[in-house]
């Protein structure tokens, strides 16, 4: 074969893939205009009835929430829903949100400055919004901190639209704790049933939402991840005040000894 046939061969196999890679994106966004796009939409028109309804109403829904560093912060309130505006037919994201909030700041103190670091990080990666009053040592370290915690706790469910997979990712986060979590949907699940069931447990009714799109097995696998995430956050916590309480002890020896070995060249 001479080079300009290998060079012909080689520029067909490429205008193949390239003509495959087209149709195959062509075929995506059909499927994603005609299946996915309405879906959307129609979730879209339920959240927006639903946040006018509910902040009209303003019904009395407690909620209680697991504070890294506090602990149980009992008897927020669920209120100020609200979601972004926008023409339906270009709408890619659907976010609904709220805020879970309670009257008067919550204060705390905690020792060590890896486990401040790391509650502080917390904090942020959730959305709450909080002050912090470092606490030095004589000399002049960071030894832990005076948090100021503001009780309002933003509540997020985003809808959006998987091209690729010609689906619905659906991403949850701070709704029973301060986690995130996706699931993805198919065109065919979102239904009237699905919606009402989506109502129900954003106002923390009893409710199947979610429950029929993973099996037991599954269902139970994700509740241990999440038990496991925490018990090691706990451990995490945990080690870390227990190494900064090491240094600083550490610290304090290696003073004492440094003034005792001052009185000794005294005498």
Do not use: W
Not at 173 to 178: I, K, V
Not at 187 to 206: N, V
């Amino acid at each position: 074969m001479g080079l300009l046939d290998e060079l012909r061969q080689e520029s067909e196999s490429v205008k193949d893939r390239e003509s495959a890679e087209k149709e195959r994106a062509k075929k995506l966004n059909e499927i994603y205009d005609t299946e996915v796009i309405p879906k959307i939409e129609m979730i879209y028109r339920y959240l927006q009835e639903l946040e006018e309804h509910l902040n009209y109403l303003k019904p009395d829904i407690p909620v209680d929430y697991e504070m890294p560093g506090f602990g149980m912060m009992e008897d927020l309130k669920q209120c100020e829903y609200g979601m972004e505006k926008g023409r339906r037919e270009v709408l890619k994201q659907v976010p609904f949100k709220f805020v879970c909030k309670s009257n008067g700041n919550v204060n705390f103190r905690v020792d060590g400055v890896k486990k401040l670091n790391g509650i502080m990080q917390e904090l942020d990666r959730a959305g709450i919004r909080f002050t912090c009053k470092k606490i030095r040592s004589g000399n002049n370290d960071v030894v832990g901190g005076d948090l100021e915690v503001v009780p309002a706790i933003p509540v997020t469910f985003m809808f959006e639209g998987d091209l690729e997979l010609s689906g619905i990712n659906l991403t949850i986060s701070n709704y029973d704790n301060l986690f995130t979590t996706t699931t993805f949907l198919k065109p065919e699940q979102i239904t009237d049933e699905f919606l009402d069931e989506l109502g129900k447990y954003i106002l923390r009714k009893p409710s199947i939402f979610l429950k029929s799109t993973i099996d037991d097995e599954k269902r139970a696998q994700i509740q241990n991840m999440v038990r496991e995430a925490e018990m090691r956050r706990q451990k995490e916590l945990k080690d870390a005040e227990l190494r900064e309480q090491e240094e600083l002890l550490a610290v304090k020896d290696s003073t004492l000894l440094a003034r005792l070995k001052k009185r000794i060249q005294k005498q």
